[in-house]
């Protein structure tokens, strides 16, 4: 039986407690005056900080040949006359800046506070040497920019520490960051605990990789370093922020882990960290389109993972046109990594997903709108799970050779799922939790509804009681399964055989339906179909009536192959017995044509019964012939007639 996993339990609780911690460490580390400005309209200025022989601190630091050396001066002036909306930072490319970057104004909607690079060669490097706890913080603050800057090596073992930090703070773009090698929450990390403050945040074309956990993190939110953190502790913060075109990877926890509402997760790879590619968590978190994201092979430091994970979360979260693949093997952990099994599984150790609503051993109910749509999802331990959380549709994916489950509705609160126009194909190989090895998975869960499904191959798929009426156990056809193509090919059956479910584009983009109906799976088939055969039935005249049923022979001229207009072959009749005087019949027994049987007399001695009818006899001896004709008794074996003597040659026929 599936364990029923208890995952993430201290998660939340852990974060609230990272938030107020680093809320406080972050006051305690500010030295600029952070007193509300009001800027005027007035012309934006330019400052540049460079590490060329001519860059200095006493140079009025507005060209790239008067640049300061440091942040110090930027930092004074900050704290004289402060920034104002439009105002623009460079730093020079090629350079390292061993000091903390911090953003202490804001600007304005169209204008606003800009930090960006100038010069040749690499973008410029913030390196906080394994000993400050940030490279740039912004606090408190609204519309600024941030592009092209790469920081690394931020770390406090002791208090909250990330390469970049933004908290409590909107309409900050994040733009072509390179954060590298950070040690703490995240390499660039989003926190909102003041209601109103962390909304309409971009990250946006930016690479993060290599962040580790720090003593500090691990302990107070289990945290061993995600890619692209954004956390908010309540409803009222943390919308409509958008995280596109990113690559996360080898993190020592998520790729992106992400908390808030109304938010978009689009178009990043997300790819070999060690927790989930894409995390989501907490019951606020709700209205968030997570889309377009290619990840895999990640998981590789978690057990009971997935590639795309939803934990406890609220609703109307969709998950669609996702490619997921490969997360790591856990259970069988072919290449012996570290694996740390999940504290709310009781040592057990339970493989890896592909895409995970997870409800935890308490169960998610009562929300709606979550959705799993149009993924194509491959080379996992399980393809898609359900774990105890309500009301989730699944349409419209294709799931190909997972280890465990296609699909696995589990868990006793599992309830009100509709899985429908989905391809589940083929099983792999190797050893899972549980012994399983099935396309579909009900474990526990009840009160579902799956139907309009495609299934292959049969011995891998047993069909559940009451479900998949409309489903089909046959192989899909895609045009390439080898080389992951898992478009159709003219001839699939899956072709025009799902449901209506007002589901437009597919996951390449086609517009649904093509034809008279959906195609089941992610991919909608807008080739040409072959010509439509028209069945053209010729058959025989009906059978005689016998036994009350009548039959002929049909056969299809056209060669068609299919049935579905074939006419009836068998009809049933009223039968009226026939008599042996109808029949012209004076001998014998024979049918009475209703499956009876007529005796219809015998022949006198000098007849036989030929085919039901008495013909007189053809002697062939001389005891015949005195019993045909007393005149003629006499049998001539040369004439081979009866006579009168056997010399007579007064003879008859015999």
Known sequence: MITLTKTHLKTSAALVLAATSIALSVLATVNINLEPRTTTALSSSSYYIGCDVSSNDTNDGTSPATAWKTFARLNQMQGMVGLKSGDQIYLQRGCTFKETLQIAASGSAGLPIVVDAYGSGNNPMLDAEQVRPWNILILNQSHISL???????????????????????????????????????????????????????????SIVSGTKGTAYSQVNAYNYGAGIMFYANGSDRGLANEVFNNQTYNNGAMGISFSGSNSSLKSNTSYNNGDAGIALYSSITAGNIIEHNTVYGNCRTFDDRAGINLFMTGGNNVVRYNKVYGQYDTYNNPEGLAVVLDQGNSGQKLGTQGIRFDGSINGVAGTNGNAVIYNVIYNEGDGIQLYNFANVAVYNNTVYNSKRFGLVLAGSLMTGAQVKNNIFSTMAAGSTAGNYKTLLGLVGATGNTINYNLYYPSGSYAKPAGQDANSLVVDPKFNNAVAYDFSLQSASPAINKGASLSLTPDYAGTAVPQGTAPDLGAYEFSGTLPPVCVENWSCTDWSACSNSAQTRTCVDVNGCGTTANMPAVSQACVCTPTTCAAQSKNCGSISNGCGGTLNCGSCNAAQNCVSNVCVAKTCTNSACCKVKNRTYPYYNSSKRKCCKSFFSSSCIAP
């Open 147 to 205: 592009n092209s800057v790469s920081v690394t090596n931020a770390r406090s073992e002791n208090s909250p520490s990330a390469g970049l930090v933004i908290y409590n703070s909107s309409n900050i773009t994040v733009n072509g960051i390179s954060a590298v090698d950070n040690w703490g929450y995240g390499g660039i990390y989003f926190l909102a605990d003041v209601a109103g403050t962390g909304n309409n945040n971009i990250v946006k074309n």
